[in-house]
């Protein structure tokens, strides 16, 4: 009993960091450094991002096994604060996160795939775009072509990004160990390039948040994992330090090649560190980030079905994107309302707007969500909970939330102002789709459900109970009453 145990959490240990490791320390680098405004001040980014992230994964473990139920953060917005704030929070992941994250790290496998096609500018944005939707689309019908096939391909690509990573660790300690360190030196460390600005620093912490994304995923599966209560704390302890280490190494090793007007001039920031330091094997690098984001969008496309689950279930979605394709078993609406968003979002090449817009909306809901924890300690203080930290995390959690989300909004209004218009925008389809109990029949005839071949898992479940049923009866020597045999059942397609 021992040893399954053991191999389970180890499984589990190891596929956490693998799931928060992906295209975002890739691309997030050049989007710290530029904010912090010195080589100091975006190393200590990437090591508070860290630890606030501990803290966040720390809380939402309590709250995983309070509110035991698959679906993450909406799951808990909707138990703790009502049907309203739990549909905004799926709102904005159905129609902001999820597209935006799926675009960026898209751009990022365009950029690292043209970059040294380009050795002397930056690829061309409509080429960016253009092989960026091409990748997308592919992936898209991958997933709806067959589960096994996704899995696969995330199996195959996950390898990229972990060459990528060790390569460029190792690279940046045999730098350090010849003496390139001059960056790394404080009286050079916290030389500032432009004037020091608490906006910009609060951006910076927007940036560093996007690598550090997929850390609260576990929440999303707590209903199918073993013995949530050891292993979801377990794999928090264990990961984020570790994600954290290799996080800060890795810039560590970027600035021992590079200086930071060389950084923050690249679009491909471990392109040019290949180029500097491995001479006629550089290409592994970019071969290794394109295969790691390829797999990336590869796993943002099959986990976001998840959810859309999760809000059909509670009513709060049309049912048509929580069904699956008869034969082949894939969220085939899901993934293509996915698709199709995230081409919107390609209407623009430029990746840390976008990273800036996904992050102001990810870091709100987080702190709707620790905020849940307290009202709920509150509201319920005799509530079972196998998990229980101190309200010190929680409150820390959310002075670093108003931190972000205030000098954010005056940093980036425009931006982060759409972001919140999208989301209000969610009310009054809350109220028409959701409240409104009497709607015209029209309203759940979908026609998509023919086009797509596909039905609601739950049909499938009942199908199974009353082919059980019947069985049972046959057993007993029970007939069948008249009405029984005449009800058509409801699975029949």
């Known amino acids: 009993l021992f040893l399954p145990s053991l191999f389970y959490s180890a499984s589990l240990t190891f596929s956490f960091p693998c799931n928060i490791i992906g295209s975002g320390i890739f691309v997030s680098p050049k989007g710290v450094l530029e904010n912090a405004s010195s080589v100091g001040l975006a190393l200590i980014v990437w090591i508070v991002t860290g630890v606030i992230t501990a803290i966040g994964a720390l809380c939402y473990a309590e709250l995983g096994v309070t509110i035991p139920k698959s679906g993450g953060d909406y799951s808990y917005v909707k138990d703790i604060f009502g049907g309203l704030a739990g549909f905004l929070r799926l709102w904005i992941a159905v129609l902001v996160i999820y597209p935006t994250n799926q675009a960026v790290i898209a751009l990022t496998f365009s950029n690292y795939v043209l970059q040294p096609l380009f050795p002397t500018c930056f690829p061309p944005e409509s080429g960016l775009r253009l092989l960026a939707a091409i990748c997308l689309l592919l992936l898209t019908w991958v997933n ?7 899995t696969r391909v995330q199996d195959v690509f996950t390898a990229g990004k972990l060459l990528a990573l060790i390569l460029i660790i190792i690279m940046g300690i045999v730098q350090i160990c010849k003496g390139e360190y001059y960056w790394l030196e404080p009286a050079n460390a916290f030389e500032p390039f432009q004037d ?12 560093g948040s996007f690598a550090y994304g997929g850390w609260n995923f576990l929440n999303y599966v707590t209903e199918e994992l073993v013995d949530p209560y050891v292993n979801l704390p377990r794999a928090i302890f264990i990961s984020i330090p570790l994600v954290t280490f290799v996080y800060v190494f890795a ?5 021992t ?3 930071p007007q060389e950084l923050l001039a690249s679009n491909a920031v471990a392109v040019t560190f290949g180029e500097k330091l491995l001479g006629v094997m550089s290409w592994i690098m970019p071969i290794s980030v394109a295969l790691s984001t390829f797999g990336g969008v590869n796993g943002s496309l099959f986990t976001s079905s998840r959810l ?6 509670e009513g709060h979605l049309p049912s048509l994107l929580a069904m699956i394709h008869v034969k082949r078993c894939t969220p085939i609406p899901a993934l293509l309302f996915t698709c199709i968003s995230t081409l919107l979002m390609l ?19 987080y ?12 509201k319920q203080p005799d509530m079972h909970r196998p998990i229980k930290i101190s309200l010190v995390w929680p409150v820390i959690y959310l002075l670093f939330w108003a931190f972000l989300l205030i000098f954010s909004l005056y940093s980036e209004p425009v931006v982060c102002g759409i972001g919140l218009a999208i989301m209000l925008t969610g009310v009054p389809v809350y109220f028409l789709g959701v409240y409104w109990d009497n709607k015209p029949q029209c309203f759940n005839t979908f026609v998509g459900q023919k086009f797509c071949v596909v039905v609601y898992p739950m049909e499938d479940e009942k199908k199974n109970e009353e082919s059980a049923e019947e069985i049972e009866l046959k057993e007993q020597s029970v007939p069948l009453s008249a009405e029984d045999e005449q009800t058509p059942k409801s699975a029949d397609c």
């Open 367 to 378: 702190g709707v969500t620790v905020a849940g924890q307290i009202v709920l300690r509150v």
């Open 347 to 365: 209407c623009t090449s430029d990746m840390y707007t976008l990273i800036n817009y996904v992050g102001f909306i990810n870091y709100l809901f």
């Open 144 to 150: 709806c072509a067959s589960v096994r096939w996704a």
């Open 308 to 313: 859309f689950f999760a809000g059909a279930r």
């Open 251 to 255: 810039n560590i090793a970027y600035v």
């Open 196 to 207: 020091y600005d608490v906006g910009l620093i609060a951006l910076a912490f927007l940036q």
């Open 257 to 259: 090649a590079m200086s």
